[in-house]
């Protein structure tokens, strides 16, 4: 498809956690569909600028930026140079997350607050400081990267479990405070996916009992997550916002 005539054509979009996994696959997604895309990363460089290298070999303009979504410096410090590069910024995907797995006992204090700064905080922060952005442009979209595991909340990722819930409930407080300013926020929230950070779980018993928990019996892949996103950044949506998008196979029927 020519860029120029992509469904995202002319936006600029950051997606932070962008150097691998779900947030490349999305960045590549929303290049390839014409968005002008800042790839972030927080410490691995040479992957980032892989994931640049692709998009801009198949034609498509892109910014490599350092973000810790932990650090309103960093943050404004990224959206500042985005800004700059990109001409605008239309589209924020908060994806950057980290987990912790295990037993509801074992889970320490440090666990829970590095989850919850990254998972957590840093969508708050990045959501807080797009706005100012977004509203000067008469409008935009937020879309962050929930979990099915904030729906049927864990059981062997009690802080992420909860991390994502909390994303769930920033997502409604955030569209309330964008809808007057045509800022539309929502959330996707995937089951099990194939991502560099899901992989071993596949042929593991929690990861088979997940699979068996959908209707369709299947793991998802990288496509059916960007596809979700891909709608909700697009203009030919405009009257959704405040959702929690579930891409589980059927997993949670909520």
Same mark, same amino acid.
């Given at each position: 498809?020519?860029? +120029? ?19 490349? @696959? ?11 895309? *800042?790839?972030?990363?927080?410490? @691995? ?6 994931? *640049?290298?692709?998009?801009?070999? @198949? ?8 973000? &810790? ?58 959501? +807080? ?7 000067? #442009? ?12 904030? +729906? /049927? ?6 802080? /992420? ?13 955030? *569209?309330?405070?964008?809808?007057? /300013? ?13 991502? &560099? ?14 699979? &068996? ?9 990288? #496509? ?10 697009? &203009?030919? #949506?405009? /009257?959704?916002?405040? +959702? ?6 059927? *997993?949670?029927?909520?």
């Amino acid at each position: 498809m020519n860029a +120029q005539q992509g469904r995202l054509a002319g936006k600029s979009a950051i997606v932070t956690g962008s150097s691998r996994g779900l947030g490349r @696959a999305i960045a590549l997604a929303f290049a390839r569909e014409g968005a002008r895309v *800042a790839v972030t990363y927080q410490s @691995a460089r040479d992957e980032a600028e892989a994931a *640049a290298a692709e998009i801009r070999a @198949a034609g498509g303009e892109c910014l490599v930026l350092p973000l &810790d979504v932990r650090s309103r410096d960093s943050v404004r410090a990224c959206f500042k140079n985005a800004h700059e590069g990109l001409w605008s910024i239309d589209i924020l995907v908060n994806n950057a997350g980290i987990n912790r797995r295990g037993p509801f006992e074992e889970a320490t204090d440090e666990d829970w607050d590095q989850v919850m700064e990254v998972n957590l905080k840093g969508p708050f922060i990045c959501s +807080q400081e797009v706005f100012a952005y977004m509203k000067r #442009q008469g409008g935009g979209r937020i879309i962050n990267i929930s979990s099915v595991a904030g +729906q /049927y909340h864990g059981p062997k990722t009690v802080h /992420y479990a909860v991390s994502k819930a909390g994303l769930n409930s920033l997502t409604k407080v955030v *569209a309330r405070y964008g809808a007057p /300013y045509n800022i539309l926020v929502n959330a996707v929230a995937p089951g099990l996916v194939l991502t &560099d950070q899901t992989r071993d779980e596949f042929d593991s018993p929690a990861g088979k009992a997940v699979i &068996d928990m959908t209707l369709l019996k299947r793991p998802g892949e990288m #496509q059916d997550v960007t596809s979700a996103c891909l709608l909700l950044a697009e &203009d030919a #949506q405009r /009257y959704m916002t405040g +959702q929690v998008l579930s891409v589980s196979g059927g *997993a949670y029927l909520g």
